[in-house]
T-cell receptor, first 114, second 115 residues
């Protein structure tokens, strides 16, 4: 079985400042990693994913995450945040060979302050 | 852009009553998932369908929860009787298949409050 730990439940940051949301996972087999974002009163949306290949993956709105196998991490970063980035962010993992079942972390609420 | 539809968006009920949630996945998506998200936690999978068949319901409390997808399209999740601990957001998601490259698309959820 796999598990995900998001170390920070809330992250406040000022607009245009950089941010890192931390995610660590545990699994006995190879994994695939995802970040989902949930805006208020909306469903979860896929932000980015790591399946294979380059360990650095990027989203269309400036976020990036790096898969670090030795540290079992998949931290999410953005060099300059906007007010519109305020949302809850969930890290998720699925193990190779599973029926595509996602295991989610408990989420990090990112609040961008003016 | 096609979306996953869920209804109702909000439901308030008293304990011991029956409740039902409906989900209409994106057209053509063979795989459908029901998740439960308790406040302050991440979503947890309750049941997964491939077409009309259940792939995994190991986390579904079968004494009170049931789920069906009779024609392999829309799905209903039922709780009977509801308990106070069932208060949560119930999320439905769908994907084209259950392959690892298939993104899961989530609906807006149904927020259940049991009094």
């Amino acid at each position: 079985a796999q598990s995900v730990t998001q170390l920070d439940s809330q992250v406040p940051v000022f607009e245009e400042a950089p941010v890192e949301l931390r995610c660590n996972y545990s699994s006995s087999v190879s994994v695939y990693l995802f970040w989902y974002v949930q805006y208020p009163n909306q469903g979860l949306q896929l932000l980015l994913k790591y399946l294979s290949g380059s360990t650095l993956v990027e989203s269309i709105n400036g976020f990036e995450a790096e898969f670090n196998k030795s540290q079992t991490s998949f931290h999410l970063r953005k060099p300059s945040v906007h007010i519109s980035d305020t949302a809850e962010y969930f890290c998720a993992v699925t193990a190779s060979g599973s029926a595509r079942q996602l295991t989610f972390g408990s989420g990090t609420q990112l609040t961008v302050l003016p | 852009e096609a979306e996953v539809a869920q209804s109702p968006r909000y439901k308030i009920t008293e304990k011991s009553q029956a409740v039902a949630f409906w989900c209409d996945p994106i057209s053509g998506h063979a795989t459908l998932y029901w998740y439960r998200q308790i406040l302050g936690q991440g979503p947890e999978l309750l049941v997964q369908f491939q077409d009309e068949s259940v792939v995994d319901d190991s986390q579904l409390p079968k004494d009170r929860f049931s789920a069906e997808r009779l024609k392999g399209v829309d799905s209903t999740l039922k709780i009977q009787p509801a308990e106070l601990g069932d208060s949560a957001m119930y999320l439905c998601a769908s994907s084209p298949r259950q392959g690892i490259t298939d993104t899961q698309y989530f609906g807006p959820g149904t927020r259940l409050t049991v009094l």
